[in-house]
């Protein structure tokens, strides 16, 4: 049973990092409609920035993690505004800014290997790896850490869309990008807005989930996918979802490690399957939308 | 040029550079025709059909390891060994494209994507069957009819598949179905409109062109006896696509111009740039779809139509 | 006055020839090839083998070169992809390379014997630890100094002989070497008669081995063997190891001896027994990295050492050859024997006996434990 509770809070820990690189997806999918794969190299270049900052330079790891995530959201700003605005301006086809952000994908990755070698690099906890027992669920420092951050951040992000006015014109943006236009919202701060907060929320995935798996110029690629697949299963609808996604992925993810009778290197297929599965069967996800549900 | 004696004098001079080749060169020679083989292919799916798939290499690796596992530990004859493998790649083919054609667009890539990773997971987990980790080596051709296929022969072989392909997918782009598939492509209502079997075309387009790169996948298999899964990796199937993006979606002489660029880059600017090629194929990538979203062969069609204007 | 120009430009002519001629036989160097791993997933342990082997070709050429000759490395990248590490072979081959040298991955380095049997070239591993390097291609001209994997199960088995291990697990990753590693430690357990009561793989790309080692604390085995090679993947498990409040000792494979662990897996190493081909203490690995550290600033470890001796046991069977023909170096290699390198334990020794194509001394490698971050001193020598 102990077993059983660790790896809830682990699972759940793995869980919410899925969720925010879901979440970060979905904030720039909702508003445009284009997929942004680089975000996983968005969390790559947060998990060096912790290196440099933290492990290298020392600094404390409240400023640390403030300066990384305003980096990535100046990085995503700049991104869209030169490599997605001029394509959407121009009336490109939708493929192309999913293209241009490929492209951004290996530019990123190569420039991350380039300034920081191909070795893997240490980044340091919020609370170190010490221990913490809260009756009989037991979890390390860093995975309730990143259960809290990752709670606030996305009920931040649900009172943004439910209860704001800005967060309103992202859904009506959403829903029809040019009504919203006749309406007054300005397209362009919407699309940049998204992009900087998607990047910042990738920074923080990246930030938090590093001191367990090292910073690496490779770690982009694979969030990407586990955060995709998250975004699938939990419907791209709703902000609730990416987390839902995320948490529904790493529990079938490490209980089937722990507990099928199945080889360990299939289990990497469980996400896989999944995706597959939900892609096949319910392309739209477990939670829908806003507006089907009433 | 597109007479069969226009292919002809082609097939004989690829044939015969072949022949002046020494063994470095040789294998260069040979992996830029099989990347050529598989743009073109890879051109018609994405450029003419519209889909975006990242499977295309994949079913690369598919083929290479069917005709190995056929051949050797089946114990398939070649020629039959040959004709299974193509029914597998399609049957595969058939597996993914059927219930994709419900998927639009970015879901079909994503669901090919989890394909090609699917892939990835078996054949690491595929224990002695596979070879796991360390792929299957240590095998040649079988010999053909009591001859042995080696060397510039081999490359011959590869000539010829590279040939067939583009010639396949000439007469099929020229053909109703190549107008279906660019219909499709276009705006599937509208096709279906026109009474356009939408579904069926995506599937067949698939379908055709997976196959394509399988069998190029099992003469692949004989050019490096050797196959292991960090060659049939996802780092391929973007490169693969950048290809055809750079030299010029939807046009065969972009896919062979991307091929051959992007393939025989890195051995030039080696000297400059060290191994981070992958940096620039990155930006390039960006700048040709800010820029020039025709890509090279849309660079070459202004130019020759500014010398046109210029008496 | 046109014949005295005619005698004077002939004169300058011979004069120039004599001049010329003995540079042009200066200039042809002996090419040594070799393949390493600069940006793929080898590179964090076939660079720094590269570095010893650059290092010793300079050293080298300072002495007076090979057979009055000046010695050129060509090293040639094949990003730990077995396909481009043939090509890269080729490439050697036609390049005139007399000895190539592969040090980045075990497929790799397979891949290019493909290449070596054709051309019978003399090809040489002194990294690489799979076993099967020279058992699954017949290639004459392929010889292994790197510490196998069976060398070194039987060396942590002969330190842990006293402690009785009855029950073990292992766990590894889901490489190719971490699979191989892991096949050959399991086998020197189960022929000394020890229980395997789990066995776990971390795949590659994962995000934590908590499920993983969960079934090790529930089997609760005497011992925890780590036959893993992938560095994020190792430091996981010792991470989990803690997290988890593991106690059973941890013996790893030679790939724990690489110091990125003690910045990526700091605080998580103290106690953790590896098995190395190092000893600092040697007095001929003391005066390596003295000579090393002076020459480049940089402190050398273990790695840089089995580069240098591949050098310098090429070097030495191309001396005792008397030339660079494949088939008198081949014969000559294949005829080392009591070579003293850098690598190995205290008095122990390189050398191809009865055929064999494996040279590093089957008691040459060293037990060592870490105190803290660093690496202690040596436990236990050899595998009797």
Redesign the interface.
């Known amino acids: 049973m102990n ?1 059983f509770l ?2 809830v809070v ?1 699972a759940t820990a ?1 869980g919410c ?1 899925y969720g925010l690189v879901a979440l970060s997806y979905l904030l720039i999918t909702r508003p445009t409609g284009v ?1 942004n794969f680089a975000v996983g190299e968005w969390s790559t270049l947060a998990a060096f920035g912790g290196f440099l900052l933290l492990s290298r330079l020392e600094w404390p790891y409240p400023l640390g993690m403030l300066l990384v995530v305003t980096m990535l959201l100046l990085i995503g700003w700049l991104t869209e505004r030169f ?1 997605v605005r ?2 959407v301006e121009r009336g ?1 086809p ?3 800014p ?3 952000l ?6 990123f ?3 991350a ?2 300034v920081f070698g ?5 980044v340091p906890p919020a609370f170190g ?1 010490g ?1 913490l027992e809260l009756g009989p669920v037991a979890g ?1 420092y860093q995975s309730f850490f990143i259960i809290a951050v990752a709670a606030a951040v996305f009920a931040a992000a649900w009172m943004f869309f439910e209860r704001t006015l800005a967060g309103k014109s992202f859904e009506a943006v959403a829903i029809d990008r040019r009504a919203a236009a006749l309406m007054g919202i300005n397209l362009r701060r919407v699309t940049s807005l998204a992009f900087a907060a998607s990047a910042g929320v990738a920074a923080l995935a990246g930030l938090l ?1 590093a001191p ?3 910073a ?1 110029y490779l770690m982009g ?2 969030l990407a ?1 586990q955060g ?2 998250a975004l ?1 299963i939990g419907g791209v609808g709703r902000v609730e979802g990416a987390l839902l996604g995320g948490l529904i992925l790493a529990f079938a993810e ?2 089937t ?2 507990y099928a009778p199945v ?7 469980v996400p ?2 999944l ?2 599965v939900f ?2 069967v319910r ?1 739209t996800g477990l939670l829908l939308p806003r507006e089907a549900r009433t | 040029m597109k007479s069969l004696l226009g292919m002809t004098a082609v097939a004989v001079v690829l044939s015969a550079v072949a022949f002046m080749l020494g063994s470095y060169q040789t294998d260069i020679y040979r992996k830029l025709l099989l990347w050529t083989t598989l743009a073109l292919s890879y051109n018609f799916l994405f450029g003419i059909a519209g889909q975006v798939a990242f499977s295309h290499f994949t079913f690369y690796g598919i083929g290479a390891y069917a005709i190995l596992i056929l051949l050797f530990q089946v114990g398939l004859p070649l020629p039959l060994a040959i004709l299974a493998g193509i029914a597998l790649c399609v049957v595969l083919a058939l597996v993914v494209a059927i219930p994709a054609t419900r998927l639009e667009g970015f879901y079909l890539a994503l669901a090919t994507l989890a394909f090609a990773q699917l892939f990835i997971v078996v054949l690491n987990e595929g224990g002695t069957v596979t070879g796991a980790g360390g792929g299957l080596a240590n095998y040649r051709l079988p010999d053909v009819f009591g001859v042995r296929v080696t060397g510039p022969w081999y490359t011959v072989v590869i000539v010829v598949l590279l040939l067939s392909t583009f010639a396949t997918l000439w007469r099929l782009d020229r053909s109703w179905f190549g107008r279906a598939c660019r219909a499709v492509r276009d705006n599937p209502e509208a096709a279906q409109a026109m009474g356009v079997n939408v579904a069926r075309t995506k599937i067949i387009a698939y379908t055709i062109t997976s196959a394509m790169a399988g069998v190029a996948g099992m003469v692949y298999a004989f050019v490096d006896n050797t196959v292991n899964p960090p060659i049939f990796g996802l780092q391929n199937s973007f490169l693969l696509l950048f290809m055809v993006i750079v030299g010029g979606s939807g046009r065969h002489a972009g896919a062979i111009i991307g091929a051959a660029l992007l393939y025989l880059m890195p051995f030039l600017l080696s000297p400059l740039i060290g191994h981070h090629h992958a940096l620039v194929f990155g930006v390039v990538m960006v700048a040709v779809v800010l820029f020039q979203p025709k890509g090279l062969i849309g660079v070459w069609d202004a130019l020759v139509a500014r010398r046109k204007l210029v008496p | 006055m046109k014949q005295v120009l005619l005698n004077r430009i002939r004169t300058a002519l011979a004069a120039a020839l004599v001049v010329v001629a003995p540079m042009a036989f200066a200039q042809t160097t002996i090419k040594i090839g070799l393949i390493t791993d600069k940006v793929g997933p080898a590179k964090g342990f076939a660079e720094p083998v590269a570095q010893g082997a650059i290092y010793a070709v300079k050293e080298l050429n300072a002495r007076g070169g090979l057979l009055g000759r000046q010695v050129e490395l060509l090293v040639e990248d094949d990003q730990g992809r077995p396909d481009v590490s043939a090509t890269a072979a080729r490439k050697l081959v036609d390049a005139g390379a007399a000895f190539i040298l592969s040090v980045s991955l075990t497929p790799a380095t397979q891949q290019a014997q493909s290449v070596t049997l054709e051309s019978k070239t003399p090809h040489m591993t002194p990294s690489n630890s799979g076993d099967t390097l020279t058992t699954q291609i017949v290639n004459p001209n392929f010889w292994q100094t790197g510490p196998l994997a069976s060398t070194q199960i039987a060396t942590l088995l002969s330190y842990a002989r006293n402690k009785n291990f009855k029950r073990v697990a292992l766990i590894t990753d889901n490489s190719d070497l971490g699979q191989l590693t892991n096949r050959f430690f399991k086998a020197g357990l189960e022929k000394s008669g020890i229980q395997i009561v789990s066995e776990e793989v971390v795949p590659g790309g994962s995000t934590t081995a908590d499920p993983q080692m969960q079934k090790v604390r529930a089997a609760n085995p005497d011992a925890l063997f780590m036959t893993g090679v992938l560095t994020p993947e190792n430091a996981l498990i010792l991470r989990s190891y803690r997290q988890l409040g593991l106690k059973t000792p941890v013996l790893g494979n030679y790939n724990l001896s690489i110091p990125v662990y003690s910045s990526i897996a700091k605080g998580l190493l103290d106690g953790v027994t590896f098995v190395d081909g190092f000893d600092p203490a040697k007095p001929e690995a003391m005066r390596f990295i003295e000579a090393y550290k002076k020459d480049t600033g940089n402190e050398p470890y273990n790695l840089h050492g089995y580069g240098y001796d591949g050098v310098m046991l090429v070097v030495d069977a191309i001396k005792r050859a008397g030339s660079t023909d494949k088939d008198k170096v081949r014969d000559a290699m294949q005829a080392t024997k009591a070579f003293s390198g850098v690598m190995g334990g205290v008095g122990s020794v390189y050398g191809f006996a009865d055929g064999k194509r494996t040279g590093f001394d089957g008691n040459g490698m060293v037990v060592r434990v870490y105190e803290g971050d660093k690496q202690g001193k040596v436990v236990h020598v050899g595998a009797k």
Do not use: K
């Open positions: 077993d660790e790896l682990g793995t990092i997929i490599t001029p394509l490109a939708p493929l192309a999913i293209l241009a490929l492209g951004m994908l290996v530019v990755r190569e420039f290997s380039l191909a070795d893997p690099q240490p790896f221990r390390s989930v367990n798996v090292s690496h690629l694979p996918i995709f697949t699938v490490q209980f490690v722990r080889p360990p290197g299939l289990a990497m297929g896989l399957v995706l597959i892609l096949l392309p």
